[in-house]
Nanobody
Framework: QVQLVESGGGLVQPGGSLRLSCAASGSFFSINVMGWYRQATGKQRELVATIDSGGWINYADSVKGRFTISRDNAKNTAYLQMNSLKLEDTADYYC??????????????WGPGTLVTVSS
């Protein structure tokens, strides 16, 4: 069983910064993609950023230039550095990982989410 644990959410003023962490634990062969999605109240869940095991990165247009995703493969952990936060960044942020449980089988795993609130 694979679990993702997020940390780092909280309350921040507009223009401020937060760093989210997502650690994977359990029994698995390897992790392919790790990423962050977010869901604001009344809206659908949307992609924020993803990074694969080779370091290829994809960002939503709304966060390009402000957010930076990274990962430490040795620690099975992904990070999301969020700078210049805006009111519209307020949402529950969910970590996602595509995990290989065997060399030939993979599954998607979600974390429970961490709330980021941007408010003055």
């Amino acid at each position: 069983q694979v679990q993702l644990v997020e940390s780092g959410g909280g309350l921040v003023q507009p223009g401020g910064s937060l760093r989210l962490s997502c650690a994977a634990s359990g029994s698995f062969f390897s992790i392919n993609v790790m990423g962050w999605y977010r869901q604001a109240t009344g809206k659908q869940r949307e992609l924020v950023a993803t990074i694969d095991s080779g370091g290829w990165i994809n960002y939503a247009d709304s966060v390009k230039g402000r957010f930076t995703i990274s990962r430490d493969n040795a620690k099975n952990t992904a990070y999301l550095q969020m700078n210049s936060l805006k009111l519209e960044d307020t949402a529950d942020y969910y970590c996602y990982a595509n995990v290989h449980t065997t060399p030939y089988r993979s599954l998607g795993v979600w974390g429970p989410g961490t709330l980021v609130t941007v408010s003055s």
